[in-house]
């Protein structure tokens, strides 16, 4: 059911869609890293984006620093252009809880104002916990208590589905 | 002194204290982290959320410029309150003790006290003493350690030279009274570089200076040749305390760093001082302006530097 392929094209198409209701003018795509970066160099493609791809890193925006700490692979974000009055079209692979994406968001508000922020997911999985969403999606998906869901890649992307085993 | 204060039980970093006794995996993850922060300068808004809320203290018992402002400004571009206390305007002029001091910022509310003091282990004592929530982060201790300086300088040297293990370094001048050479010795040997040197007249080098995994060498034109990183230390006037050099210029012209002497190290090899610079003394101004020069690097790294030190120091904030 989840396969690849379709998923991309189905993200595609919204994302075409979108580009035309909301009248995005010559957008600028930045990918979530790891995982959202993988699936934004596929709809940069796609979608003929003319400037380069930013690449952003949410760690050290994230909510949960003083329980995790610093993620030692952090590498710095590349956000190219200004980003003041820009239509941004912010790519991630799988939408859970809504956290990232708000860490996302005060990282790019930290780098300018933009005129629009379109969210674009591979996968929409249940699991709220914040009164955010995604714009497009390739799928929206419902999994079990213990279930995680990952991307892999970035050649070949592949998706796969874990479920967490709670210790004794 | 134990070292392991340095570390959580989990193994990560809690004080920073000292060079000594940190795996080589950490520093390189200091350098690693510290890499992102230098990318901050592109925000319209330079600073990240990741202290917000929290309170650090600089402690400076001994005056400076440059370590307590990128400090201070560290600290802010990661979101903390900042308080910096400069000893003679407080109560340890009236004779408090620095135990006392430290309860009274404790009950305070603090997270961190960045100190620096004329007193070799200080940081250490501060650390032992101090509640469990609360980091502590040397900014240079009497002659022993200014690990902070050091991290700042292999951040540079990486940041140009990309690789530590073909290097060969050369530290040239007081070594004796000097807190940033010692960390910078332990550093390099721990990031693994081929070789360091240190080129001093006998009376500025400590006894037993070869134990510390040091090459010597009492000449400069010797001292120099093959080396990739040359590392100038100030003169330390203000602590020489008998007299160990006939005379400042009679030092120039044996150890200062001219433009000529610099010829025969690596043509592509970069100068470093830790600041503040004695001009004429041990570094020509020609060379310390020139275009081997990194020297005002040093100073903006040491901003990322400290950033990361701090936020690795406070993660996990009260695993002992």
Same mark, same amino acid.
């Given at each position: 059911m989840l396969e690849i392929p379709r998923l991309l094209n189905q993200l595609e198409a919204e994302l075409k869609q979108t580009i035309i209701d909301r009248r995005l003018s010559n957008p600028l795509m930045i990918g979530i890293r790891t995982g959202g970066?993988?699936?934004?160099?596929?709809?940069?493609?796609?979608?003929?984006i003319s400037d380069p791809l930013g690449l952003l890193d949410i760690s050290f925006y994230r909510d949960d620093f003083s329980q995790i700490g610093v993620n030692p692979n952090?590498?710095?974000?590349?956000l190219p252009a200004r980003v003041d009055g820009r239509d941004i079209i912010l790519i991630d692979d799988v939408f859970y809880t809504g956290r990232t994406i708000r860490a996302a968001l005060n990282e790019i508000f930290d780098y300018g104002r933009p005129n629009q922020?379109?969210?674009?997911?591979?996968?929409?999985r249940d699991g709220r916990q914040i009164p955010l969403s995604p714009d497009c999606v390739g799928a929206s998906i419902t999994l079990n208590v213990g279930q995680r869901i990952k991307l892999t890649g970035p050649d070949p992307l592949a998706i796969e589905i874990q479920t967490l085993t709670v210790a004794a | 002194m134990s070292d392991n204060l340095q570390l959580n039980s989990e193994g990560k970093l809690k004080h920073f204290l000292s060079?000594?006794?940190?795996?080589?995996?950490?520093?390189?993850?200091i350098l690693d982290v510290a890499e992102s922060f230098v990318g901050m300068t592109d925000q319209q808004i330079k600073k990240v959320p990741l202290l917000r809320g929290k309170t650090i203290v600089n402690l400076f018992f001994e005056n400076s410029t440059r370590t307590r402002t990128t400090f201070e400004l560290a600290a802010k571009r990661l979101s903390a309150d900042v308080l910096s206390m400069s000893i003679a305007t407080s109560s340890t002029s009236k004779g408090e003790s620095l135990l006392d001091t430290i309860r009274n910022l404790?009950? @305070?509310?603090?997270?961190?006290?960045?100190?620096?003091?004329?007193?070799?282990?200080? =940081?250490?004592? !501060?650390?032992?003493?101090?509640?469990?929530? +609360?980091s502590v982060i040397n900014a240079? #201790?009497?002659?022993?350690?200014? &690990?902070?300086?050091?991290?700042?300088?292999?951040?540079t040297i990486r940041q140009i030279k990309k690789d530590f293990s073909n290097l060969r370094i050369a530290i040239i001048g007081d070594i004796l009274h000097s807190r940033v050479a010692r960390s910078q010795i332990q550093a390099l040997n721990t990031l693994g570089v081929a070789e360091v040197r240190v080129i001093a007249p006998k009376t500025l080098l400590p006894a037993?200076?070869?134990?510390?995994?040091?090459?010597?060498?009492?000449?400069?034109?010797?001292?120099?040749?093959?080396?990739?990183?040359? +590392? @100038?230390?100030?003169?330390?006037?203000e602590r020489m305390t008998s007299a160990l050099l006939p005379s400042e210029s009679e030092y120039f012209k044996c150890f200062g760093l001219t433009e000529d002497k610099l010829k025969i190290a690596k043509p592509d090899a970069i100068v470093m001082h830790p600041g503040p610079i004695n001009r004429g003394v041990e570094i020509e101004s020609k060379?310390? #302006?020139? &275009?081997?020069?990194? !020297?005002?690097?040093?100073?903006?790294?040491? +901003? =990322? +530097?400290r950033m990361a030190i701090m936020a690795m120091a406070m993660q996990k904030q009260g695993i002992v």
């Open positions: 970066v993988w699936v934004a160099e596929q709809m940069y493609q796609r979608l003929h952090v590498r710095p974000s590349q922020v379109v969210l674009g997911v591979l996968i929409e | 060079i000594e006794g940190l795996p080589k995996e950490l520093l390189t993850e404790e009950a @305070m509310f603090v997270d961190m006290f960045v100190v620096r003091h004329a007193i070799s282990g200080a =940081a250490h004592f !501060i650390a032992q003493q101090t509640a469990p929530h +609360i240079g #201790d009497g002659q022993h350690a200014h &690990p902070t300086q050091a991290m700042l300088d292999m951040f037993h200076v070869e134990s510390l995994g040091v090459n010597v060498s009492h000449n400069l034109n010797v001292g120099l040749k093959d080396v990739d990183v040359v +590392i @100038m230390l100030r003169l330390q006037k060379v310390a #302006d020139g &275009p081997q020069s990194v !020297i005002l690097n040093q100073v903006s790294n040491g +901003i =990322a +530097i």
